[in-house]
């Protein structure tokens, strides 16, 4: 396992993993990874990322547990390597949309800018093809340009 998903993964079982739903968490923030080069380029974006155990309780309380331990053990991935970026939709919380082809999945994480870099809103696996239909993409790893 790489050291950033053993990362979340100690986080996850510390301060997340069998917890009532809803349930009050210590709330610490950890930093995650940077983003490539090539994506950091994209409109001058800050490259660390950060995650909090608000995040990962959230997704824990409303994804199924194999979603979760997914997520938990490719969220670096979906975001470090992502495959496309998009602007987020207002009102949805988070500025940029970042997603990952993983195997026969699409995952999507949502990520809002702050002070030095962004912070991970949300992630979850995408069960409709046409759910990005109304984003406005933003960058895509093929292009390897701005779409705007």
Not at 35 to 55: C, D, E
Not at 76 to 83: M, P, V
Not at 129 to 138: D, P, Q, T, V
């Amino acid at each position: 396992m790489e050291k950033g998903n053993k990362i979340i993964q100690n986080l996850s079982d510390r301060y997340i993993k069998g917890t009532a739903e809803k349930a009050i968490i210590e709330d610490v923030s950890i930093f995650l990874c940077h983003l490539t080069f090539a994506v950091s380029k994209v409109n001058n974006f800050q490259s660390k990322i950060y995650l909090n155990t608000r995040v990962l309780k959230h997704i824990y309380d409303k994804r199924s547990a194999e979603e979760y331990d997914f997520i938990v053990c490719n969220l670096r991935r979906i975001i470090r390597y992502t495959d496309c970026i998009y602007k987020n939709k207002d009102p949805k919380r988070g500025d940029y949309v970042f997603t990952k082809r993983i195997g026969d999945n699409n995952y999507f994480c949502s990520l809002e800018i702050c002070e030095d870099g962004f912070n991970v809103v949300t992630a979850f696996r995408l069960r409709k093809n046409n759910y990005l239909k109304s984003y406005e993409a933003f960058w895509s790893w093929r292009d390897g340009a701005s779409s705007s």
